[in-house]
């Protein structure tokens, strides 16, 4: 059935039709959620959330952008107030990356085991510092570099001219360099990042 028709169906309380909606787009919401919080349980709270939000405020869609756009708007809007309530609980030292390596494996286990933790470590790290940053930059740096999505998606989600993402984002790339900067050179080399 075509979108239009699932919508207006579920303007007139037509669950099965606001069903349809919904699987089309949790997983997209969902994966959303989850690059803000790096929690499956929560990021499944917080879409759950949105397609209520999203349940009762369908009566004021009013058709002027595509679905996925209004919606993506209501869940960045709900996810941005998520981290605002949930800052304080966020900001973990960046120092505290510990490693438990088991004395009873093989050299070779060991090395494996390093180089995943290690690559763990860095998205450890790089999330904290990603969440460390103002508000705006980790939307932007969320909706471009970790969800994909075009300039003009983003100016459409967050209501800003294609312009001001691109400056947005090239601020919060230069910040997030910055933060990282530090942990990198401590690592013995240059990173391209």
Do not use: C
């Not at 996810?79 to 438990?100: C, M, N, T």
């Amino acid at each position: 059935m075509e979108e239009n028709r699932l919508i207006e169906k579920s303007k007139q309380g037509d669950e099965e039709a606001f069903g349809l909606l919904v699987q089309k787009y949790k997983t997209k919401v969902f994966n959303l959620a989850y690059s803000f919080t790096r929690d499956r349980e929560t990021a499944d709270d917080l879409a759950q959330e949105v397609f209520i939000k999203v349940y009762y405020a369908l009566e004021r869609f009013k058709f002027q952008s595509g679905l996925g756009t209004w919606l993506y708007r209501i869940a960045v809007n709900h996810f941005k107030d998520y981290l605002r309530k949930h800052a304080k609980e966020r900001h973990v030292s960046i120092d505290a990356l510990g490693r438990e390596i088991s004395s009873s494996l093989s050299e070779d286990e060991i090395k494996k085991k390093e180089k995943a933790q290690e690559a763990a470590d860095r998205k450890k790290l790089l999330h904290q510092a990603l969440q460390s940053l103002p508000e705006k930059y980790q939307v932007i740096l969320t909706l471009r570099d970790i969800q994909g999505h075009s300039y003009e998606e983003i100016a459409g989600f967050l209501k800003l001219s294609a312009g001001t993402v691109d400056s947005r984002l090239h601020r919060a790339r230069k910040m997030l360099r910055k933060k990282i900067a530090p942990f990198l050179s401590q690592e013995g080399g240059n990173h391209e990042m």
